[in-house]
């Protein structure tokens, strides 16, 4: 079975993103009412087209499996109005999210977007992963590190701030995928700056304060795309761990910290695969997602990242059933109970 | 000749780092009259200690010949203060390397610090840039794409914010290494968060908006620490510029954009050689620097980049040739210059 562990339903109907819309519009209009959650009318048969063209087809033609699906990732917005706000948008893009699963219970599981809200402690959020987890089956959660959009206002991970949705994390056994939202500040691209830098910037915080995974010895993180730029700095990353007294990587955080396959060309790929161990790597291509082209070089989708391991003839068979598969069952248990059922 | 883009004074008598201390307590103490530039009593000797044991040590040691030398990066500090705050600072900071430059000709070759404020134009730089390269000789400066230190209040680095400073460099016709300061957002580590960031969004940012090489045909830029998380996902740049319709990066702005080699494992050396031109490849290691330990892999320097390069037997020599030493002389044209004298 090849698992996709980086999944976001980008081509959700429009129904979804109209509802956002005059969500968005009634908290800049003082004569509406305050938000309320209302309904977003979407059928069963647009859901269906929503995906057959899009990541059913893919997952057909590239050869994979399951997708662990998660609303999409720059929608979250979690800097746009207040808790409510939040909350009523990541429980009608989650409910969404369930009903895709629901419908596609071989191709998707699913994984949570959390009620964030800048400057809010995220105990705001231990209730909808709970729901999520519990009623829907979901299997981990996306915790955004800056909530606010790309000013960083909020204090690190590191930070006690973050314990309330770790401890739920962790009773739940339930991982979290470290992901930003959309970028609100011009500096930040959000797909090719705010994206890549948080990933850096989370794993540079949990070198810098190695309590945390004291704290909660099971709670696990998987930093997508690739890692950002960590493992073509891992060098670096070594090197200023050490310098810093602590344990060698590996010894400090490789037993909680994972990293997914989504970077788009074979060199890439490789890297990672030189220099951090099979264990912490899992498949994953964000498909459909920030790069949606052809390569010219290569005659195939940037994003088909499942090409790029299958040309790598010097992956060692068990390693490669490891990151195709066997790494999900690890760091996402309940994906593994589920799939037992 | 072997020749270092990218050195710091990081080892500088610390004379200088009272003469800081006292201006920044200067300014939180309304008794104190506002800060005057005054004087940093450095001895010539007290320079040459701090640099016998250090730089000059490790030139002789890995065989490099000449260093492009600055200011520390971290201590640049443009958040802190006010414009003449970071202009007393600068001038200091630059006066010292001129000494250096001034004591070590064949070893050291200026670059700038400017004075940069938060929300002020770069205009108040150009006075500073003028007389470093007119007066001192320096080749190129260090412009900081951030400088509230980690909170990403100014315009992008393509903004027209910005363009004063083009201009003078452009009519000097010296680069600018893009590099940030040191962090006061908690978030983000100086060395491992901050850094790496801020060359992977200043990489952005040129690409979604190419107006700038166009209104700058001849400006130069140098992306530090191999370029932060660009040449790792090289995939996802050429991907995401050719969605939103741009040329081939290599069109776009290979021209104008270069990466250093300070990247402190051979894995990431070998992938930045492999996905970008040699043409844009400029030796570098940032001694003495952020990374400061020995491998115990290797039993050497992490931050000694020149042997990760030596060990790599597929460079074409004229390739190497162009690493070490010829791109300097198209990036840095007034270090030709001079040399040829």
């Known amino acids: 079975m090849i698992i996709d562990c980086h999944g976001h339903y980008t ?44 990541q059913l087809k893919i997952q057909r033609e590239r050869g994979t499996d399951v997708t662990i699906f998660s609303p999409r990732a720059a929608g979250m917005g979690h800097h746009l109005g207040n808790e409510t706000t939040s909350r009523h948008w990541s429980e009608h893009c989650n409910e969404l999210i369930h009903r895709v699963c629901t419908l596609y219970p071989q191709n998707f599981v699913g994984v949570c977007q959390l009620p964030q ?7 705001n959020c231990v209730a909808e992963l709970e729901r999520c987890v519990r009623d829907f089956g979901f299997v981990g959660c996306n915790l955004n590190p800056d909530p606010s959009g790309g000013y960083w206002t909020d204090p690190p991970l590191t930070d006690k701030f ?23 500040n011009p500096n930040f691209h959000t797909t090719g700056g705010h994206y890549i830098n948080g990933d850096t ?21 998987v930093i997508p795309h690739g890692g950002g730029a960590v493992p073509y700095h891992w060098g670096r990353y070594r090197g200023l761990a050490q310098d810093m007294g602590r344990p060698p990587l590996k010894d400090l955080l490789l037993g909680n910290v994972f990293f997914d396959t989504c970077v788009y060309h074979r060199p890439g790929i490789e890297l990672l695969l030189k220099v951090i161990p ?36 010097w992956i060692e068979p068990a390693d490669r059933e490891k990151i195709f598969q066997g790494n999900v069952s690890k760091v996402y248990p309940r994906f593994a109970k589920r799939a037992k059922k």
Chains 1, 2 share one sequence.
């Open 117 to 123: 809200t800048p400057g809010v402690s995220p105990a």
């Open 11 to 54: 081509t959700a109907p429009k129904e979804l993103q109209k509802w956002r819309d005059a969500q968005i519009a009634a908290l800049k209009d003082a004569k509406h009412p305050p938000s309320s959650k209302g309904t977003v009318a979407i059928s069963d048969d647009q859901i269906r087209e929503s995906l057959e063209n899009a």
């Open 201 to 221: 910037t989370a794993f540079m915080q949990l070198i810098s304060e190695p309590k945390l995974f004291k704290d909660f010895p099971t709670l696990k993180f």
């Open 162 to 184: 973050w314990y309330p949705i770790y401890e739920k994390m962790v009773e739940l056994d339930v991982p979290a995928m470290i992901h930003v939202s959309t970028s609100c």
């Open 278 to 313: 099979a264990d912490n790597i899992l498949f994953a291509s964000e498909m459909v997602g920030a790069v949606k082209g052809i390569d010219p070089d290569t005659g195939h989708y940037y994003d088909d990242t499942k090409r790029y391991l299958d040309a790598i003839d």
